[in-house]
């Protein structure tokens, strides 16, 4: 199934246990609140579909995983109640792979900035290239990474989440990504990624669903109250975002690109 969006699509397949959920918009790979919505719909429905036994995140391109948020999207909120909802598009995807009681394997074929990073902290066994470059670009622009950073920093620590988030403009190689946790793995070439990628699904495709839901259960136990405090922190983007400093910045982005 395709849902077509303007500038982006999400497109889900299922074939042999292996279900695959694949994003795509035509400015890097980012996310505006509609492909939000229905990427958190797809993982949840995916987490209930009784021929699902393993998920595969993906995007589309070679480049870029996904830059975050939609810039075109955030400069045109003008009230505090719609960028509130637009961040909670981020918590509501969190929250859909927290709950989901299937393993999702990330695919992370490129750059990830911002929400992108989180996204790949919030898979649950994340294969990347050596191209796969991550910034949190987020103080730069006026705001910070509020919503996605419970999900960063519980994969790669505080610390490691701190330097990203306050050295908001440098860009940090794969390899520091591994080292810190947040790559299980880190690939030369796409396609010994993809070689990996298929090796690990079917396995877990004929791994025991109930085990693997079990083992979920313990790996993300303490984020329980993620439901609120996500939703605290898309509030506290939501009020930043609306600033002036920041409406400048991302003009200024938008010039660049």
């Known amino acids: 199934m395709t849902q077509v969006i303007q500038e982006g699509s999400v497109k889900t397949e299922t074939h042999r246990g292996i279900t695959t959920i694949e994003f795509f918009h035509s400015k890097s790979n980012s996310l505006p609140k509609k492909m939000l919505q229905e990427l958190a719909k797809e993982i949840h429905f995916a987490g209930t579909h009784k021929e699902t036994k393993v998920i595969i995140l993906k995007s589309s391109g070679d480049k870029t995983f996904c830059s975050g948020a ?41 750059k990830c900035v911002g929400g992108g990073v989180g996204l790949a902290a919030s898979v649950d066994y994340a294969i990347a290239t050596t191209t796969a470059e991550i910034k949190l670009s987020e103080l730069s622009i006026g705001f910070g990474p509020y919503v996605i950073g419970p999900a960063v920093e519980r994969k790669i620590g505080i610390a490691a989440f701190s330097a990203l988030a306050i050295d908001a403009t440098m860009w940090r190689n794969s390899d520091w990504a591994k080292r810190k946790g947040l790559f299980a793995e880190v690939h030369e070439t796409i396609e010994s990624m993809d070689e990996s990628i298929h090796r690990l699904s079917n396995t877990l495709a004929n791994s025991s669903p109930e085990s693997m839901a079990e083992m979920k259960k313990i790996f993300w136990h303490g984020t329980e109250h993620w439901d609120h405090l996500l939703k605290e922190r898309a509030a506290i983007s939501g009020k930043l975002v609306l600033n002036e400093f920041t409406k400048k910045a991302i003009e200024k982005l938008k010039i660049k690109d």
């Open 70 to 110: 939609s810039f075109d999207e955030l400069i045109a909120i003008h009230n505090e109640a719609d960028s509130t909802a637009f961040f909670n598009g981020f918590a509501d995807v969190i929250n859909a792979m927290r709950k989901c009681p299937k393993f999702i394997i990330g695919r992370i074929q490129g």
